[in-house]
């Protein structure tokens, strides 16, 4: 897994690519955290380049969104593709987390 | 073109991404595997693999979790065989959630995962080994998947 970020107006972006397993979805919970630590709660995370994710990425998003939440930011998803977008709705996530199309899309929403 | 696969890997979480390469190239060429059913079989399983390598193997030295795979015409037959606790994988309702989002308690999301995605389960627990048998019909080429 790679991850990579980058400001976007007042967004900040987290590109996810490869895979979100149970090995690597701490590595990208721990890589979220550290951005709200620094005080970027208004977070996209951009599933473009993401070709699998089990059940351990809907536990870091969980994470995540809440504490971005709890400092009155959020956290979106974006372009997630067809198999991830699946896991996400089997497992009703998408009641609670908000999810976009396209990264443009879901940085217009803060 | 041969329609059985093995691998057998240390059951460890490194392993994982492995067993899904596995099912990734077992699922190529004219096997009738349309992308959604391949990435079925990969959650699937990495999700048993995951159950296995966090609660079959716990408090004991890891051992080794084999994959079959048996690319039929109208089916793939996969199975799972370790040799650690037993954890049968009951269905579980379905998670909620908004009660996790709330810190309440739910079920787990990997077995709801494996059930909303296999259409057989079978679980065989012997003295010496657990094997899991998952079962994914394969919608005719042409038609469009709902599974």
Do not use: W
């Not at chain 1, 970027?40 to 870091?60: C, T």
């Not at chain 2, 810190?103 to 909303?116: A, M, V, W």
């Not at chain 2, 003295?127 to 005719?140: A, M, V």
């Amino acid at each position: 897994m790679e991850l990579k970020v980058r400001e976007q107006d007042t967004v900040t972006v987290i590109s996810v690519s490869g895979s979100i397993d149970a090995l690597t979805a701490s590595e990208l919970t721990d890589f979220a955290d550290a951005q709200i630590e620094a005080g970027h709660n208004k977070l996209v995370i951009d599933l473009s380049q993401v070709e699998f994710m089990s059940s351990a990425g809907l536990r870091s998003f969980l994470g995540t969104m809440k504490n971005c939440r709890k400092d009155g930011g959020d956290m979106l998803l974006a372009a997630a593709q067809p198999g991830v977008e699946k896991v996400l709705k089997l497992s009703g996530f998408t009641e609670i987390i908000k999810m976009y199309p396209s990264l443009e899309d879901a940085a217009e929403i803060f | 073109m041969s329609n059985k696969f093995q691998m057998t890997l240390a059951a460890e979480l490194d392993s994982l991404s492995r067993f899904r390469g596995l099912i990734k190239s077992a699922c190529k060429g004219d096997r009738g595997v349309d992308e959604a059913a391949c990435y079925d079989l990969q959650l699937a399983a990495d999700e048993a693999c995951t159950n296995i390598i966090t609660h079959g193997y716990a408090g004991m030295n890891p051992g080794s979790i084999m994959l079959t795979l048996e690319m039929l015409p109208e089916r793939v037959i996969m199975t799972l065989t370790d040799f650690g606790y037993a954890f049968e994988p009951y269905e579980p309702p379905a998670p909620d959630a908004v009660a996790a989002m709330e810190e309440r308690p739910t079920s787990g999301f990997g077995l709801y995962l494996i059930y909303q995605t296999m259409d057989e389960i079978d679980y065989v627990t012997t003295l010496d080994s657990n094997q899991l048998t998952l079962i994914k019909k394969l919608e005719p080429i042409g038609s469009t998947s709902t599974g």
